[in-house]
């Protein structure tokens, strides 16, 4: 399968995995801050 | 008490309680010896194959059994509060810190001497060749181990699920010391080249001289309470 | 009492604007500016994505040692926020450069893996990563998990540059005599340096951000944690930072 990617598909995969990654990560520190904000109501 | 005789007087505390402890020693050199066993078995077909194993089957058996020794070394301190009692003495940390490891460097470097023979006769690997320098190889690469592994067992030995966390530790920052010292065992065992196993050789002592520096100063932060 | 939480700072989206657009100007350097490589073809714009991720994850475990290392001297929480955030972030950094690498290798090298010297490191590191937070995890007290993580954080830089020869000499079966820093590999033209430095920077600023952000979660749960061995904690699970 990955024999059959020209060169510009491994391109596209190296740089899309940058901001998927990240915007990942903002969805997660986002998921915890909300996590947080509901521990900091309880206490 | 000075410094230098407070170290020598912890190391041989640990090696006389080892010494005694029968079961310690006893467990260490059968679950070595086993490993070494059971590898000899799984690669007993191919005969070419089985001596090019020999240096990282020696260096398997050792690294296992090193683990083990050391995380063991701090547990009969704790249980008997001598860990504790041992702090309380007006002897640097880092004293308490080589004393320790000057005991498990001791143990795994009888170990890997005795393994030697053991893996020589086992894997049909020539030992004769580069003794001396398979020695060395020996006595600095389980240096390199001891370090690490005195320097993490002391650092899991109060925290939960620390038979598992220390190998998970250890391992990353062990590995260009099992590295070297297994390309230098394999220098001398396969390549009949001691004067390459002598580079690998010099790296081992650059390494541990590196290590023993960083975690003997640090080492006071990971016992105070 | 219950403070308002904090409105998001105007530095903080300044920052992130900055980071943004320096990605896209990287991106752009990388796909458009940047010719193709004599050798490589097209596949050297994967190398401007790759290396400038993996320069800024060992910037960040450096970040992460040396608040560590401050909080060990000073003691104030905010070098462990500072810490732990710089860990996390060089964490993904760290994963990204690995995936990174298998993208680059595939095509150039037919292999998703080589045990090459710099993606060996950077797979150990992330080993080493993962190792703080296990522990960080198993110690309630602020100031010893503070402590402990910085000791450990400290082995991990210094494990660095050892694991990486190790690497390199394995991979070459044979100790160097002496050390090369330039790094060897593709030596480049000088658009092909100034793009991958743009992206360097680029890479950088992502970082400064995403450590920025962390580091507001890590404060708010210290002051929770501050706040909750004061008052007793609710009924559930303890913060853990």
């Known amino acids: 399968m990955f024999d059959a990617w020209g060169p510009w598909t491994w391109v596209a995969v190296a740089w899309l995995q940058l901001p998927l990654a990240y915007g990942a990560y903002l969805i997660y520190l986002a998921w915890r801050a909300k996590r947080l904000r509901a521990e900091e109501e309880e206490t | 008490m000075n410094d230098v005789r407070a170290l020598l007087a912890i190391a041989g505390k640990d090696l006389r309680s080892e010494a005694r402890s029968r079961a310690a020693t006893v467990a260490t050199v059968f679950f070595s010896s086993v490993t070494l066993v059971v590898l000899a078995f799984a690669l007993g077909r191919d005969a070419d194959l089985m001596t090019r194993a020999a240096p990282g089957a020696l260096w398997v058996a050792l690294a296992f059994s090193g683990v083990i020794s050391a995380a063991q070394s701090y547990q009969s301190d704790l249980e008997g509060g001598a860990f504790e009692a041992l702090l309380t003495l007006p002897v640097p940390r880092a004293a308490v810190f080589l004393g320790k490891l000057l005991a ?50 002391a650092l899991t030995a109060n925290l939960a699920a620390r038979e598992s966390l220390l190998p998970v530790l250890m391992f990353p920052v062990v590995v260009p010391v099992l590295l070297a010292a297994v390309r230098a065992t394999d220098a001398v065992m396969i390549a009949g080249d001691t004067s390459l196993a002598g580079d690998w050789v010099q790296l081992l002592a650059g390494f541990d001289l590196m290590y023993v520096v960083v975690t003997s100063a640090i080492f006071h932060i990971v016992v105070e309470e | 009492m219950n403070p308002a939480p904090a409105h998001r700072p105007t530095w903080l989206n300044a920052l992130a604007g900055v980071a943004v657009l320096s990605a896209l100007v990287g991106a752009w350097a990388g796909l458009r500016l940047s010719p193709p490589d004599v050798n490589q073809g097209e596949l050297i714009r994967v190398m401007y994505a790759h290396v400038s991720v993996a320069w800024v994850s060992f910037l960040a475990v450096a970040v992460a040692a040396f608040a ?20 996390e972030t060089a964490l993904l950094f760290g994963a990204l450069t690995i995936v990174g690498g298998m993208t680059y290798s595939k095509p ?66 044979h100790p160097a005599k002496s050390i090369d820093l330039t790094g060897g590999g593709v030596t480049m033209d000088p658009t092909m340096l100034t793009v991958l430095l743009v992206n360097v920077v680029a890479a950088a600023l992502t970082f400064a951000w995403l450590l920025a952000e962390r580091m507001r979660i890590s404060l708010r749960e210290h002051d929770l944690e501050v706040r909750r061995t004061r008052e007793g904690p609710p009924a559930g699970d303890a913060v853990r930072v």
């Open chain 3, 68 to 87: 560590g290392i401050a909080f060990l001297w000073r003691g104030t929480r905010r070098f462990d926020a500072l810490s732990v955030a710089a860990a």
């Open chain 2, 104 to 153: 498990n460097w001791v143990t795994m470097t009888v170990l890997g001497a005795a393994l030697l023979p053991v893996t020589a006769l086992l894997f049909d690997a020539p030992i004769a060749g580069g003794l001396p320098v398979l020695l060395a190889t020996i006595a600095l690469g389980t240096l390199g181990f001891a370090i690490i592994a005195t320097f993490y067992a």
């Open chain 3, 108 to 173: 150039t090298l037919n292999t998703f893996w080589t045990w090459d010297a710099k993606l060996t490191l950077t797979a150990l590191m992330v080993t080493l990563l993962a190792g703080v937070f296990i522990v960080r995890g198993l110690i309630d007290e602020p100031q010893r998990r503070g402590r402990v993580s910085a000791v450990i954080l400290i082995v991990v830089l210094a494990s660095l540059p050892l694991n990486y020869l190790a690497a390199e000499w394995f991979r070459t079966l």
